[in-house]
């Protein structure tokens, strides 16, 4: 039998991924009662007795073990919660009883924003890891050690597992049984609770939200033209000649503002357009590629798919109302 001990520490627990994470590892359990066999998963709650407001009610978990009762378990797994900057301090021994079970051979696994008290045990430094796409620019500020692969769903490097959004928490559990009991228990799983586990990437729900929190003025103002004019052939000699600079040193200083090469910036908020133009569904594939200003379909299908994940035709069945 392979004992699970969800982690929960820290405020404002996200009930579905605690729960759905249990539910995945029961219906496995199911898998084998059914088969005749003994249930292999010991699923247990680790922490301190806590509670939260949730809209007009209180969620509370009681009677949960505390880490130093328990000298040894199979798997740790620490749910989503709002991330929070005093991690490190806050729950410094719950940590450190964490990177002490791996050390002794433990699995030890995050899901979505749980990636935080992950990282903060160390346990990810130099390591690929995952979280929730929208947490990643405070997650990189605070953990510059980890090395965060935000096109990923699940990553698994020695012993070490991450997710990303809420919903990715069900892949990576189904990771977790088929790597313990094989594929047809992962399936068996997938089939009653309804999942679909060949989700691979997160690119396809990411929202390009124009990274802005930068104080360079100048640099906004192009943001801005570019977010204004994305049906326009707009190049970077073009952007630099709007500012009075030469391409070089615009290049560099629109990069240090925003983390990204202008060229980079254009193609991201002409897809961003593409891919709402595309959730509509009142326009044809074509119709959308010229209104974001391109004029190749082989071009405009490749950066699209590079950025989103799926081709064009792929999301629009996916997300169009």
């Known amino acids: 039998m392979k004992q699970i001990s969800f982690l929960l520490v820290g405020g404002n627990l996200k009930p579905s991924s605690l729960f759905g994470a249990i539910e995945v590892f029961e219906k496995a359990n199911q898998f084998l009662k059914e088969k005749g066999e003994p249930a292999y998963y010991d699923i247990q709650l680790v922490g301190e007795e806590f509670g939260q407001p949730m809209l007009n009610s209180f969620f509370s978990l009681q009677s949960l073990k505390h880490p130093g009762e328990i000298k040894k378990t199979d798997c740790i797994i620490i749910p989503a919660f709002d991330p929070e900057e005093e991690a490190i301090t806050k729950y410094a021994a719950a940590l450190n009883w964490v990177a002490d079970q791996h050390r002794k ?34 997650f990189k500020k605070m953990f510059p050690k ?130 709402r133009a595309l959730e509509k569904g009142t326009k044809n594939i074509n119709e959308i590629m010229y209104s974001v200003g391109y004029i190749d379909a082989k071009a405009f299908r490749t950066i699209f798919k590079k950025i989103s994940g799926l081709s064009p035709t792929e999301y629009k069945a996916k997300f169009s109302h």
């Open 105 to 138: 051979g433990t699995e030890v696994a995050s899901l979505c924003s749980g990636a935080f008290l992950l990282a903060a045990s160390g346990l990810l430094d130099g390591k690929p890891c995952s979280t929730h796409w929208r947490a990643a620019d405070l």
């Open 146 to 275: 980890a090395q965060l692969a935000m096109d990923k769903i699940i990553t698994d490097h020695q012993g070490v597992y991450t997710s990303g959004g809420t919903m990715s928490a069900f892949n990576l559990c189904l990771y977790l049984v088929e790597k313990h009991l094989g594929r047809e228990a992962a399936l068996f799983c997938t089939k009653l609770m309804q999942l679909d586990i060949e989700r691979h990437s997160q690119s396809p729900f990411q929202i390009f939200t124009g990274l802005k929190k930068h104080t360079d003025d100048i640099i906004r103002d192009i943001q801005e033209f570019i977010e204004m004019n994305t049906s326009e052939k707009i190049t970077v000699d073009f952007l630099a000649d709007k500012c009075n600079m030469d391409r070089v040193n615009f290049s560099r200083r629109f990069k240090k503002a925003t983390k990204l090469p202008p060229i980079d910036y254009i193609q991201q908020i002409k897809i961003e357009a593409a891919k």
